[in-house]
């Protein structure tokens, strides 16, 4: 069954605590996203990796770390340095250069 | 201003309506045009995708892009309960997107519900 996974799909954590967010792919796709989705703003590119071991930043990365050791894998770190870090979180991948992203079903994380 | 514009609604339509749903832009750099569909805690689904300026019509769902006027519509026809959801408009192109084009500038999204 192809698809994007993303686990856990509920997450709460203590204010100052790490988090790790897994995206897992199996479609092949080079190039993987992470996009923050808050309540009436859209979605927001927080980094994205086109091929392994290779990683940008996207619009608001800080307070945030990734890391892209398999082609199928693209795990998000939410730091204790994100101010704001209450979100939904989703993954997303695409084949190639001009298809669209396709998105996994999110992550909410829940800080108190 | 943000890059891409979009009427938050809520929008609530009856079943059977035509519903319509805009979007404007800001930046000439944009050439691939999304609409994606958003159930509640559920990931964004992709339902069209164009290039450039044009109609592009799959179904109940026309999609069309006027690049002069920076104007992007989503249609509904014979619009259905099942369609009750968050529609979010996309854009990139290639000074925006980087090579991969996966860059995305989001609209904020309508909130739509179809009575029956």
């Known amino acids: 069954d192809g698809g994007i996974t993303q686990s856990p799909k509920y997450l709460f954590r203590k204010e100052g605590q790490n988090v790790t967010l897994s995206c897992e792919q199996n479609l092949n796709h080079d190039a993987m996203y992470w996009y923050r989705q808050d309540p009436g703003q859209g979605l927001r590119l927080i980094y994205y990796s086109q091929i392994v071991n290779d990683f940008q930043k996207g619009d608001i990365a800080e307070g945030y770390s990734v890391s892209r050791e398999k082609k199928e894998s693209f795990p998000l770190t939410v730091t204790s340095a994100q101010k704001n870090p209450t979100a939904f979180y989703l993954c997303?991948?695409?084949?190639?250069?001009?298809?669209?992203?396709?998105f996994g079903n999110g992550t909410r994380l829940t800080v108190t | 201003q943000k890059e891409v514009e979009q009427d938050p609604g809520p929008l609530s339509v009856p079943e059977g309506a035509i519903v319509s749903l805009n979007c404007t832009y800001s930046n000439s750099a944009f050439q691939y045009f999304m609409w994606y569909r958003q159930y509640s805690r559920k990931g964004p689904e992709l339902l069209m995708y164009t290039y450039s300026s044009g109609n592009k019509e799959d179904g109940r769902f026309t999609a069309q892009v006027d690049k002069s006027s920076k104007y992007i519509s989503l249609f509904i026809r014979d619009s259905q309960p099942s369609d009750s959801a968050t529609y979010l408009c996309?854009?990139?192109?290639?000074?925006?997107?980087?090579?991969?084009?996966?860059?995305?500038?989001f609209g904020q999204g309508t909130i739509l519900t179809v009575h029956p």
């Open positions: 996309a854009a990139t192109g290639p000074e925006a997107g980087g090579t991969s084009y996966g860059k995305l500038t």
């Open positions: 997303a991948t695409h084949r190639t250069a001009g298809t669209p992203l396709h």
